[in-house]
Each structure stands twice: as structure tokens, then as C-alpha cells.
């Protein structure tokens, strides 16, 4: 006799939280942008410089490593 093979279960749904929020979140940028578009300017550009510095040591980091 063959074996009867079984298939994982694919999973549904779960996304609806995570969408909540990304919405919830994207509206928030939305309201700061409107509201006051030199302070958002501010913050993106100060995310920016943090990512950059971010990116520099995780590339000085692996650069030791080799």
C-alpha cells in the first residue's frame, strides 16, 4: 500500500491586525506631513542621517570581520 501523504496547512488570514496598524500608521504620517510639513521634513531627514549612520557601522562591522 502507497502512504498517504499530508500537506501542510496553508495559513489564512492574520493580516488584518498588522494592516490596522500600517494604516493607522500611515495615516499618523499623513496628519504630521499636513499639519506641519517643515517638522516632518526635519524628521525625515534626522531618520536619514540615523539610518546612514546605521548602515556605515553595520558596513564597518562586517568589514572588521573579513
Not at 500500500?1 to 495559513?11: G, H, I, S
Amino acid at each position: 500500500m502507497a502512504r498517504k501523504q499530508t500537506m501542510m496547512p496553508l495559513p489564512t488570514g492574520g493580516g488584518t491586525g498588522r494592516r490596522a496598524v500600517l494604516t493607522l500608521a500611515a495615516l499618523v504620517v499623513l496628519a504630521l506631513v499636513i499639519r506641519d510639513p517643515a517638522g516632518a521634513a526635519v524628521i525625515a531627514r534626522q531618520l536619514a542621517t540615523w539610518g546612514g549612520a546605521v548602515l556605515d557601522g553595520l558596513v564597518a562591522f562586517f568589514r572588521a570581520l573579513s
